[in-house]
């Protein structure tokens, strides 16, 4: 049995809207596993494009794991957008000098870090993740959702701000799961095992750790 060619960026034959992510990426801050795709109604080039305010200064990072599914209009919103908060006004006066260089003098903008997606995350069109979030394994993002904090694996969240609709699986399946870690096995395993992961039967896949 083959599996899907993971370095070449459009897996889908004649079809140039949908990508295996990590290949067409070219910033070196934004990292992206294997096979994790993205879709966009337009042009797949646009996803770098929703990595807002993300400036090499800020030195943070688009971490994204491996299997993730990655919709039209997703929006990360990294820490160049961040402005003084605990201040009077929060006014970036520095960057546009001129006699106001000085006004971050002993100050730094926030940082809130990272934004870590996990493996197998599905977001929906449209969402935006806010700078600093962590999305755990096998989380699911609704449409339209504005994530602001960080979600735990095999969860469903949505709104704005994004809040908890359900668990995909009782806790006990999701610890197994979270100890599987199926999307770190040799691809010729997960091909083995397609069917497996497309069913609610976690015993026939630890059968086969």
Partial sequence: MQAPNKDIAFPLKNYDRLCFLKNIIKNPNIIVGDYTYYDD?????????????HFDFTGDQLIIGKFCMIASDVKFIMN??????NAISTYPFAVFGNGWESAMEGKTYPN???????????????????????????????????????????????????????????PEIVERLLKLQWWN?????????????TDLDIDKLEKNV
């Fill in 41 to 53: 109604f337009e042009d797949v080039h646009n996803f770098e494009k929703n990595v807002k305010y």
């Fill in 80 to 85: 160049g957008a961040n402005h003084l908060s």
């Fill in 112 to 170: 809130k870090g990272n934004i870590e997606i996990g493996n197998d995350v599905w977001i929906g069109y449209n969402a935006t993740i806010m700078a600093g979030v962590k999305i755990g394994d096998g989380a699911i993002i609704a449409t339209n959702s504005t994530v602001v904090s960080d979600v735990e694996p095999y969860t469903i969240v949505g709104g704005n701000p994004a809040r908890e609709i359900k668990k995909r699986f009782s």
């Fill in 185 to 197: 096995w040799d691809i010729e395993k997960i091909t083995k095992n397609v069917q497996n992961l």
